[in-house]
Nanobody, 120 residues
Framework: QVQLVESGGGLVQAGGSLSLSCTASGSIFSINAMGWYRQAPGKQRELVARIFSGGGTYYADSVKGRFTISRDNAKNLVYLQMNSLKPEDTAVYYC??????????????WGQGTLVTVSS
């Protein structure tokens, strides 16, 4: 079993900041990429940011310059610092991890989601 648990969502005014964190635990041998996705009401889930085990990152154009993803490989943690938030950032944010389990099988693991609401 592999679990991803997110924390840090909430309500913030436009222009404000929030920080999300996600901890992976369980039968983990290693984790390749970790990332954050989001899903707004009535929309498809979209990739927000991704970070690879070597530290390389990817950001959606809509969040470049405002969001920063980072990770602590030793603790299987991934963070998302969100600055200059806009109402259109309102969504449920999901943590994702490309895990290699202790039985060496791959697993695409997801957290339960945390709601971020940005008021105008």
């Amino acid at each position: 079993q592999v679990q991803l648990v997110e924390s840090g969502g909430g309500l913030v005014q436009a222009g404000g900041s929030l920080s999300l964190s996600c901890t992976a635990s369980g039968s983990i041998f290693s984790i390749n990429a970790m990332g954050w996705y989001r899903q707004a009401p009535g929309k498809q889930r979209e990739l927000v940011a991704r970070i690879f085990s070597g530290g390389g990152t990817y950001y959606a154009d809509s969040v470049k310059g405002r969001f920063t993803i980072s990770r602590d490989n030793a603790k299987n943690l991934v963070y998302l610092q969100m600055n200059s938030l806009k109402p259109e950032d309102t969504a449920v944010y999901y943590c994702n991890a490309n895990v290699v389990r202790t039985d060496y099988l791959p697993l695409d693991a997801w957290g339960q989601g945390t709601l971020v609401t940005v008021s105008s």
